[in-house]
């Protein structure tokens, strides 16, 4: 009877087992299929906005519009996060540079330290925060209230209307937002500067630019299109493809955000490795 009992109970705990594993690898299957599903339905969402940005009907006035929603309605919030880099960037670099008696490197260190990193990525990152919410929310309610559908009835492509105008301004703003940042930062590093001592403010701009190479320029400049690209095409993908519910309008404007920020994160990794193999 006991041989008999423990025969059950081990017979039951293998099947146990067995059961447990059949459920993870089904689980892992349909995430697998789930994954190749999204990837497809992006890929395919790329690829009819780059076929509605190289059509004919350009959507100008939409275009412009949206340029100075994205471009000119972030000016304040960037004018801030780039006069708090260079004044933060400078404050907490300046001791360590006195000790070492190389106070006449702080202009230098700090225009090179936004130009190249700092400004794009910060930048980015706020406006994948402002930019990539906005976009996202925006065409989720849309979606909600059937808006895009009321479009297709009458005549107008939504696609070429409402995502590619987002993509492209996204693309064009933002490295101009970048630049504008990166002068914020060097001017709130000059105010840093004044704070314990008297700089000039055309002695301190010159030795700024004095050490500011071209491939220090160039690369950061090249990667914020990609940054805006991407900022945009998410936002666009996430609130076009929200579902029915008024709830999917929150989960597309924060999934949104989450989204852009990661990526903008991986290309600038990229990058920074094609930037250093160029070099």
Known sequence: MGKNRDN????????????????????????LKNASSNIGDVTLFIIAVFREMFSTGFEFREFFYQCYKIGYKSLPLISITGAIMGLVLTIQSRPVLVDFGAVS???????????????????????????????????GSMKVTE???????????????????RVLAATLMIPLLVLYADLM???GSWVGANIKG??????????????????????AVIKTFFFGFVIGMVG????YNAGRGTESVGIAANSAV???????????????QITDMIG
Request: net charge negative; aromatic share 8%; proline share 4%.
């Open 236 to 239: 666009c993908y996430k609130g």
């Open 105 to 139: 490197m702080l202009p230098g260190m700090v225009a090179v330290s936004l130009i190249r990193e700092m400004g794009p990525v910060i930048t980015a990152l706020i406006c994948a925060g402002k930019i990539g919410s906005g976009i996202g929310a925006e065409l």
């Open 198 to 219: 008297e700089v000039p403010f055309i002695l301190f701009f010159s030795q700024a630019f004095a050490v500011v190479d071209f491939m220090d320029f160039l690369p």
């Open 258 to 272: 989450v989204l852009a920020s990661l990526l903008v994160i991986v290309v600038d990794m990229i990058a920074v």
């Open 147 to 165: 808006q895009i559908e009321a479009m297709e009835v009458s005549a107008t492509n939504p696609m070429r209307f409402l995502v590619v105008t």
């Open 8 to 31: 059950t109970s081990s017979g039951d705990f293998f099947r146990s087992q067995l059961i447990s594993v059949g459920d993870i690898t089904l689980n892992v299957g349909k995430s």
């Open 185 to 187: 930062g060097i001017l």
